[in-house]
């Protein structure tokens, strides 16, 4: 499933969700906020057959090494700056990933309100049980209230590549913006200064 330009406001549970099923889901230039357990949220899927108008090929094996070749965030943006009356969670996160290989990139993640971190706290981008690897990449995060940038179920392999932390209003460091397994990283920075 690939759903492209879609946006979303304030929901009780999860603002735009693709799960379920064997297959890859994308998510591309979609835009949601201040929904309940996460505003953007996939998990990964390994059964699939190529598309052509997305994968530019048919041929199965040149698919999987495309740029869809595993299930994809990508050119979208979460925010999480106020907790509507009608919330069922008391958490929200800005992007959650679950089961299989998910990729994030060229995302912008923005959290403005945050009641703590670690798994069952609110977090900018956050993986869990059940994922095989998640990749976050060429991507930012903006924390205007303490939290977690990443939070990262171990146990499976995580990795961080060219990603910006910005913590406003506060100083935040490498220990107090993560929570859980501690990914691979590289060219990670905090308020402009290279923490991995």
């Not at 994922?131 to 990262?152: H, K």
Request: glycine share 14%.
């Amino acid at each position: 499933m690939h759903l492209n330009n879609v946006k979303c406001g304030g929901f009780p549970d999860n603002g735009i969700y693709i799960k379920g099923g064997s297959g890859r889901k994308i998510l591309t230039n979609c835009h949601a906020a201040n929904s309940g357990v996460s505003s953007l949220r996939t998990d990964g899927g390994t059964d699939w057959e190529p598309v052509e108008y997305l994968d530019g090929t048919t041929d199965y094996d040149e698919a999987r090494e495309g740029k869809y070749g595993v299930s994809v965030i990508e050119n979208s943006i979460a925010e999480v700056d106020h907790t509507p009356d009608d919330h069922t969670y008391l958490s929200q996160r800005g992007i959650r990933i679950r089961n299989d290989e998910v990729h994030v990139r060229n995302c912008h993640v923005r959290i403005g309100v945050s009641d703590g971190g670690g798994a069952g706290g609110g977090y900018a981008i956050g993986a869990l049980e059940g994922t095989d690897r998640a990749v976050i990449e060429n991507t930012s995060v903006e924390l205007t209230e303490r939290g977690d940038a990443f939070y990262f179920t171990p146990g499976f392999d995580s990795e961080l590549r060219n990603v910006q932390i910005k913590t406003t209003g506060w100083d935040g460091s490498r220990a107090s913006i993560m929570s859980g397994m501690t990914p691979d990283m590289s060219e990670v920075y905090l308020n402009g200064e290279q923490i991995a």
